[in-house]
Structures are given as structure tokens and as C-alpha cells.
């Protein structure tokens, strides 16, 4: 690499690579939208530190939602806004455990706000262990907003015009099977069966999120049977092991979190968010209502909103058994904030 | 900030444009490539330029002090506070926790119970690049083969010039300060030029390390079972190339950015994996790193003038420190004892089998050496001894046992790419990325730039942290 005086043509070698850089980053940008790839932005450690400091300066009216991939699918932010005046900080971690996110809010703010604490059975109650996989999920994101740099905050708010004008750039930390970045892409890649992995159900991206966090299911999952059953097949193989949560131990923890919030004037509310199918009956199985949910509510001595109890959030249809359509997530939201309204858990919005 | 991000490039067209632009006398670019450092190096934690600032002053005050000073002890006392001030921030933050963790350790053996509060000290990056760099210029001034800076922004900028701040090349006062003294401006040629580097040092660190091996070799160190005989070569492989491409990607941008700048950073990678014997691999390997040892070291230790056991106890010494430079864990230190182990063997067997070197039998050693290399990285990979050795002994002995952990494709992806890379080092012993672009004429040269941008776009990773910048 040192400098030599043989004559290399660099301008015209410049010129070249520019014209070719130009053409095949727009043909790979085509070839992706010609298969249906839009621009999305992808649920990152980046985008939830950028929400989670969105707690540091709140007003006593903020919302913040924390809980796993119902209440960020199912809890839609513009709905929201719309009739509350009031748009809700997102910290939902799909896959995640909402406990983590329920303590650093306490210990680490002085948030005193509403919080709506989605409740997934099979995650929330699960065994308190920072080793597990839904805990370390959430406390990653936690750990990257207390240490992220300004580098990393430069890096981010100058990827976000990029991420939302380009399809290719759709990398997400979840690692989708159809992500289409180069690694995904040689990840993908399976020549026959050598380590058993290969055959585990392909998990691919069914969700579009915005700049809030605000997440919808993709049309394609919500009206594509054959793809949403590709989304219930990464289920039945997640949980094939699933066994009885423990009793008590995920309460006792959140109670003496609830307790210090509730002490410093915060408003704390609990969903249960529908499920259906074989979701519905692992959940019946493994956490059974009144062993669980119902003794989560006496324990802590919070408003819970089980959606079994309410006309408006029953009879809703998952299209994996889990999340709501974008369509019935509106509804779904709107019912939910009717009734918070109802009951005085959020205050009445002034134009309204 | 890392080279692989976009605030890089952003950071960096804002000083191409200062630094172009009719604003600014020289000085004044030179205030702006210092504040500018800073700026680079404050974006991960700003409270720690202070170090920064220390190490300098320290080390311009000393400079001057030993320089101008007559009287020997008052010299030698200058010295040794350049050196305790450099080698003590090393001690505490890269070191602390390790000294702490050993002296628990050996307390506990002696039947103490003693167990403190856990120190968790913060490794400023690039600590053990700028420290060193610093104690270079005071020992050389020391040593009369150096004058001072001349003003104390040259010698500042000497010590943060971002390009190679956090990871090297170590630069040796000589070969940079001078460069500060008259206005540097690159041509156009030099400056497509360094360009056409930073490219390729981004296409090394994106594609080649984060995207095509980090996956095998994490897949190979965390798994935390008996690994096949295939699994762990493939892992070991892959993490081999992943720290060069890593590394040497690091050092390519750093080099290709300067010239962008008119200025001239020492080549730090010559193509390692050709390398026939152990010598030459740490004539090509980190060379900055490898002749600050031999000059500061290796050389004050006695070197070959005492005889061989006294060259072979300087050699294993300046190996064991070289490995714990790296990072303060006893894998670390037996990485070094390998590499001193090897390097005495060799020298040992040149001296009694001597044979002309050809194509062929070259390609075998060469071979070899990348064999025995690949063995020292699992020590350097692995979080601790049991996993090195689960790994080595999987190398050895795993054959049709063990775990598989990695698919076919993957398999194969690593040993096709890890020959290619072998066979290119061999090749490139002999020549240089500007004689292969020279003969490959433009039309070629600009298709594989082009082929480099587009695959780099694609990639697109979360700009993952260099390996070295922990070291």
C-alpha cells in the first residue's frame, strides 16, 4: 500500500466505480421493491434508547406502555392521540419481559406518569431470571440506553432518513429470516441438514413500525393465511417446551416495584391483551387466570383490564393467535382508552 | 465514532470541506484537525479526553524538560515521570481489575478470605495506542534521536490525530510531528488514492470480518459444548480472518483518511497469513506494534548482543508483555508464550537446517506457520482456558465427534474464503494493492471498487465496534 509513482488513471478509475456504485445500489434498491419490499424501519436497541429517554422529561399527563409484542402491536399510538390528546411513549420489547423496563422506570426516573403494563402470561410470569432469554432481551435494550454514546446518537438520527427512503436497508436486530441484508441473506442460505437448526420453522418479519415505535401488522399476515400460518408454525415450535410458570415469584417482584411507583403518586395499569387458538390454551394451561393474572391484581392492588372481562376487547381474532390486524388494533385501542376514560384512569382530554 | 458509520462520514466531509476551503491558515487547520480529534474521540465518552489532555501535557513537558535538560539524573527523572504517569493510567484502567482479580485469587490460596467491592473501571478506548505512542517520543528525546516538537499544537495533534488515535498504527514522533511543520494539501491522484484504501478498509471491516466470519467464529467460541473436528477449525479459521480483516481494516482507513489529508501513516498489515516462519509474521503483523516492542523492549533487554539464552529469556519477555498488551487476561499471556515458544524454535532450526527457499516449499511453510498461527487464536478468542482447550482439543482429536454447530454452507463459506485469503497473502509477499491496481488498469480496478461500495451498502451493519479498540 505505498505510495509508488506507476501511473494508476485513478480520476478515470474514480469516474468508473462511481457510475457502477450508482448502478447497481438502484438495481438492488428496484429489484427489492419490485418484490414487495417497502422502506421500514427496524426495531432496534437505537430507536427504544431514543424512545426511553422520551421518560427522562415528561408532563403528568404522558403515558408510557411497556409490556411485550401485544401491547405494541395491538396499542396504536395515533388512535390514541386521537382521543386522548395525548401520545403515549412506546417501550414494548417483542419477546421481551416488561419487568426490567418496570423497574428502571422506577429506580432510575422519576416518572410519576400512567403506565400501561402489557401483560404476555408465558413471558410476564415467567421465572425472574436476568439470564433468561425474554428478561435479557429487554435488559439489553436497557443497558444500551444508560450507555449508548453520542456517537451512537449521531449514527442513529442520521440512519433514520436513509432507513425510511430505502427498502434494501431493512436489517432488523431481530433477525428475520427474510431480512435482506448481506448476512441475512448468506444466513439464509442452507445447503441440507447438518446441525438440526435447519429445520426450525423460517420466522419472518409480519409488522411495520414507525418512527414512534408505533407497530403494525403487515396487511400480508393480517389477510395471507398461508403466511400467517408460517407466523403460528415459529410459535408452536417457541413453545413446544413450554411448562407451568412458577407461582408468585414474577409477582412478588413486580409488587414491591408497584408499590414504590404507586408511593410517588404514578398510576400503574395492567392489560391482558387477547390471544387465541393454541396460544390461548398454552396460556390456560400454563397460566392459568386465577392462579396468575387474577392474583397479580389482588397482590399489587392495580386496575387490571383482562380482555375475557370486557364486551368491547373480546371476540377479536388473532391472525397467528397472538397480535391483532392493524384494523382491529384501532378498535382495539380505541375500546381500551374508552374505557380507561370510563373508570378515571386517564384524566379527560381537553378538546374533546 | 468508528470509520464505519455514518456520523463518520459526516464528521469527516465537514473537515474535508475546513480543511479545503479557503477559511483557514495552516495553524488554524491544525487547531482544527486537534479540536476535531477530540470531538472524534469525545463522541464516545467526553469526560475521558482528560486522559487524553494528561498524557500529553505530561509527555510535551517532559520532552522539553529532558531535552534541554544537562545534568543525567534530572534527565532519567523526567523520563520516569513520562513513564509512570503513561504506565500507571495503563495499569489502572486496562489492568486494574485483572491485578485486583489475581491478588483475590492468591490471597484466597493463601486461606484469606478477602473479597472487595468489584473496581468496574471503565478501558478508555485506544489507551494502550496513545500511551504508547506518547512514551515513544519522551524515550526517543531521551535517547537524542529526537528533537521536541516544535509548538505544543504539533505535539498535541502528534498524540490525537484521529485518523490512527484509537487503534493505531502506533506512529513514531519522527514520522508524523515533522509532517505538521509545513502545509499539507493531498493532489487529486493521492487523494482518490487514499479514497480507494478507506474503501477497502471499510470493505474489510463490514463484509469481510463482521459479515462473512464473525458469525462461524461466534458461533465456534460461545458454543459451550465438544465441538467437531470441522466445527472448531471452521471457527478457528474464521475468527483468524475476522481479526485480520478487522484489525488491518482499521489501519487501511486510518492511512487511506491521511492521505486524503496529504499526509503519510507507516503501513501497519503486509499481507501476515503468507508469512513463512514466525519472524517474518511479526514483520507483517501489527508492525507498528511488533517494532515499537523490538525498539523499546525487546532491543533494552539485551537483544541478541549477550548470547542466546540472554536473546531468548528478551525474546519470551517481550512475547508474554506482547500478549498481555493486548488484553489483561492469562490467555492473553499464553498467546505471547506461544509466540515466544515459536519464535525461539525457529530460530533454533535455521540454524541448524539451512535450505534455499522456492515457490513450493515456501507455500508449505508458509502453510505451516498459518497452521500454527491459527492454534495461538484460540487462546486469544476464548473467554477462558477450559473453552481454549475444549477448542484445541477438538482440532486435534474431534474427528467425526463432537457438536455440529455450524451448517455447510457456512462451513464451506469459511474454508473457501479462509484459502483464498491464505493464497492471496502468499501471493501479495511480493507485491503491493498499488502494483495489482496499476496492472489491472481502470476499467477493472474501478469495477471491484465498485463491487466493494455496493457490498458495503448491503451489508450495512450496526457499525460494530474494531476488535483492537478494547486493547
Known amino acids: 500500500m505505498s505510495r509508488t509513482d506507476t501511473p494508476l488513471h485513478l480520476q478515470k478509475t474514480l469516474w468508473i466505480t462511481i457510475l457502477f456504485s450508482l448502478i447497481s445500489v438502484v438495481s438492488w434498491e428496484f429489484f427489492w421493491r419490485s418484490r414487495g419490499r417497502i422502506p421500514d424501519l427496524p426495531d432496534d436497541k437505537f430507536l427504544w434508547a431514543q424512545t426511553r429517554a422520551k421518560v427522562e422529561n415528561p408532563d403528568a399527563s404522558s403515558v408510557v406502555i411497556i409490556g ?45 406518569g400512567t403506565l400501561i403494563v402489557g401483560v404476555t402470561p408465558g413471558i410476564f410470569f415467567s421465572k425472574i431470571s436476568k439470564d433468561s432469554r425474554s428478561w435479557s432481551r429487554t435488559q439489553k435494550r436497557i443497558d444500551f440506553y444508560h450507555k449508548r454514546t453520542y456517537a451512537d446518537r449521531l449514527n442513529h438520527f442520521l440512519s433514520i432518513p436513509l432507513q425510511n427512503n ?3 436497508l431493512t436489517a432488523s436486530e431481530n433477525e428475520w429470516a427474510d431480512d435482506i441484508d448481506l448476512k441475512s441473506l448468506l444466513r439464509a442460505t442452507k445447503w441440507g441438514v447438518r446441525t438440526g437448526k435447519e429445520n426450525d420453522p423460517p420466522f419472518n418479519s409480519f409488522q411495520y413500525l414507525d418512527i414512534d415505535r408505533n407497530t403494525r401488522m403487515s396487511n400480508r399476515c393480517a389477510h395471507d393465511t398461508a403466511f400467517a400460518n408460517t407466523v403460528k408454525r415459529v410459535w408452536q415450535s417457541h413453545n413446544k417446551k413450554a411448562k407451568k410458570s412458577p407461582k408468585d415469584e414474577a409477582v412478588l417482584y413486580v409488587s414491591n416495584l408497584v408499590k414504590k411507583f404507586k408511593d410517588r403518586g404514578g398510576n400503574i395499569v395492567f392489560l391482558r391483551s387477547p390471544s387465541t387458538g393454541f396460544y390461548k390454551e398454552q396460556e390456560a394451561k400454563n397460566q392459568p387466570r386465577e392462579e396468575f393474572w387474577d392474583v397479580l391484581l389482588e397482590k399489587t392492588g392495580v386496575k387490571g383490564y383482562h380482555y375475557d372481562d370486557y364486551e368491547s376487547l373480546k371476540n377479536f381474532d388473532c391472525p397467528e ?7 382491529d388494533a384501532d378498535k382495539f385501542t380505541n375500546a381500551f382508552v374508552t374505557l380507561l376514560l370510563k373508570d378515571n384512569v386517564l384524566p379527560q382530554p381537553q378538546n374533546h | 465514532m468508528v470509520f464505519n458509520s455514518l456520523g463518520f462520514i459526516v464528521f469527516f466531509a465537514v473537515i474535508l470541506v475546513l480543511y479545503y476551503g479557503p477559511f483557514l491558515g495552516w495553524v488554524n487547520k491544525k487547531r482544527m484537525l486537534l479540536f476535531s480529534s477530540y470531538v472524534f474521540y469525545g463522541l464516545w465518552n467526553p469526560p475521558l479526553i482528560i486522559l487524553l489532555w494528561i498524557s500529553t501535557m505530561v509527555d510535551w513537558i517532559a520532552g522539553n524538560k529532558i531535552y534541554h535538560e544537562t545534568k543525567p539524573n534530572r534527565r532519567k527523572f523526567w523520563l520516569w515521570v513520562s513513564m509512570v504517569v503513561n504506565l500507571g493510567f495503563l495499569a489502572f484502567f486496562k489492568y486494574g481489575n485483572f491485578l485486583l482479580e489475581n491478588f483475590i485469587s492468591f490471597v484466597n490460596l493463601a486461606g484469606f478470605s478477602y473479597e472487595p467491592l468489584p473496581m468496574n473501571i471503565i478501558l478508555p478506548m485506544g489507551i494502550s495506542f496513545y500511551t504508547f505512542q506518547t512514551m515513544s517520543y519522551t524515550i526517543d528525546v531521551y535517547q537524542r534521536k529526537l528533537e521536541p516538537a516544535r509548538t505544543f499544537l504539533d505535539f498535541a495533534l502528534y498524540v490525537t490525530f ?29 487523494f482518490i488514492w487514499g479514497l480507494f484504501l478507506l474503501t477497502l478498509g471499510l470493505f474489510e471491516k463490514i463484509v469481510m470480518a463482521d459479515t462473512m466470519f464473525s458469525g462461524a467464529a461466534d458461533a465456534v467460541f460461545n458454543a459451550d459444548k465438544n465441538l467437531n473436528f470441522w466445527d472448531a477449525w471452521a471457527g478457528v479459521l474464521a475468527f483468524s480472518a475476522q481479526i485480520f480483516f478487522d484489525f488491518a481494516g482499521y489501519s487501511t482507513c486510518a492511512i487511506g483518511i491521511s492521505y486524503m489529508l496529504g499526509f503519510t501513516l507507516t503501513d501497519n498489515f503486509l499481507y501476515p497469513y503468507g508469512s513463512i516462519g514466525f519472524s517474518e509474521f511479526w514483520r507483517r503483523w501489527h508492525i507498528s506494534l511488533s517494532s515499537w516492542l523490538r525498539d523499546y523492549l525487546y532491543i533494552p533487554l539485551g537483544g541478541n548482543r549477550f548470547g542466546l539464552t540472554r536473546m531468548y529469556v528478551a525474546l519470551m519477555l517481550t512475547m508474554l508483555l506482547g500478549g498481555l ?70 482440532m486435534v482429536t474431534g474427528f467425526g465427534e463432537g457438536e455440529k454447530v455450524l451448517g455447510y454452507f457456512d462451513l464451506t463459506k469459511v474454508f473457501v474464503l479462509s484459502g483464498i485469503l491464505f493464497l492471496t497473502h502468499y501471493y501479495m509477499r511480493h507485491h503491493t494493492v498499488r502494483m495489482v491496481t496499476s ?30 479498540f478494547q486493547f
Open chain 1, 321 to 327: 393467535w397472538s397480535h391483532l390486524s392493524g384494523e
Open chain 2, 162 to 190: 484521529f485518523p490512527q488515535l484509537v487503534a493505531g498504527p502506533i506512529v513514531r514522533a519522527g514520522d508524523l510531528i515533522t509532517q505538521f511543520y509545513e502545509e499539507k494539501k493531498a493532489t487529486v491522484d493521492l
Open chain 2, 439 to 468: 496492472s489491472a488498469g481502470p476499467w477493472i480496478t474501478g469495477i471491484v471498487w465498485a463491487t466493494m461500495v455496493f457490498l458495503i451498502c448491503i451489508s450495512h451493519g450496526q457499525g460494530e465496534q474494531f476488535i483492537y
Open chain 1, 68 to 112: 411485550s409484542s401485544r401491547t405494541l402491536f395491538n396499542l396504536q399510538i395515533p388512535e390514541w392521540q386521537k382521543m386522548t390528546g395525548v401520545k403515549p411513549i412506546q417501550l414494548s420489547t417483542a419477546g421481551g419481559n416488561p419487568i426490567p423496563v418496570l423497574e428502571d422506570i422506577i429506580e432510575h426516573t422519576n416518572y410519576a
Open chain 1, 166 to 168: 430505502l427498502a434494501f
Open chain 2, 325 to 394: 498488551w493486548h488484553g489483561a487476561a492469562w490467555t492473553f499471556v499464553f498467546w505471547g508464550f506461544l509466540h515466544g515458544t515459536y519464535l525461539i524454535i525457529e530460530r533454533i532450526l535455521k540454524g541448524r537446517f539451512r535450505f534455499e527457499i522456492n515457490w513450493w516449499n515456501g507455500l508449505l511453510l508458509a502453510g505451516l506457520t498459518f497452521i500454527l498461527v491459527n492454534f495461538t487464536w484460540v487462546f486469544f478468542r476464548a473467554e477462558d482456558f477450559g473453552t481454549a482447550w475444549n477448542i484445541i482439543t477438538a
